[in-house]
Nanobody, 124 residues
Framework: QVQLVESGGGLVQAGGSLRLSCAAS????????MGWFRQAPGKEREFVAA????????YYADSMKGRFTISRDNAYNALYLQMNSLKPDDTAVYYC?????????????????WGQGTQVTVSS
């Protein structure tokens, strides 16, 4: 089992950057595929990015490619999401999630553990 706590959200102007962090508890962080999702008011939870267990492979939703970068540091049980060139449409609660799957997944039901979320607001 793993517990996840996100941080780093906030208010930023369009074009700005934010770096989200996700701190994981437990000694088996490296055994999980990790992902970032987001959910805007009135919308379904949306896949943002995923990273393989040792961080060698990453996968992004099309709208995030080139702007967002997912990374992890297994030595520190940490997951990150660097977000650049932010747009008002990026406004949402961002969640980190852990999956026991062997390969990267893009759907919420594929993830077993979730953080509480961190709010990102991008002003125009």
């Amino acid at each position: 089992q793993v517990q996840l706590v996100e941080s780093g959200g906030g208010l930023v102007q369009a074009g700005g950057s934010l770096r989200l962090s996700c701190a994981a508890s437990g000694r088996t962080f490296s055994s999980y595929v990790m992902g970032w999702f987001r959910q805007a008011p009135g919308k379904e939870r949306e896949f943002v990015a995923a990273i393989s267990r040792i961080g060698r492979n990453t996968y992004y939703a099309d709208s995030m490619k080139g702007r967002f970068t997912i990374s992890r540091d297994n030595a520190y049980n940490a997951l990150y999401l660097q977000m650049n060139s932010l747009k008002p449409d990026d406004t949402a609660v961002y969640y980190c999630a852990a999956s026991t799957a062997i390969v990267m997944k893009t759907t919420p039901p594929s993830y077993d553990y979730w953080g509480q979320g961190t709010q990102v607001t991008v002003s125009s």
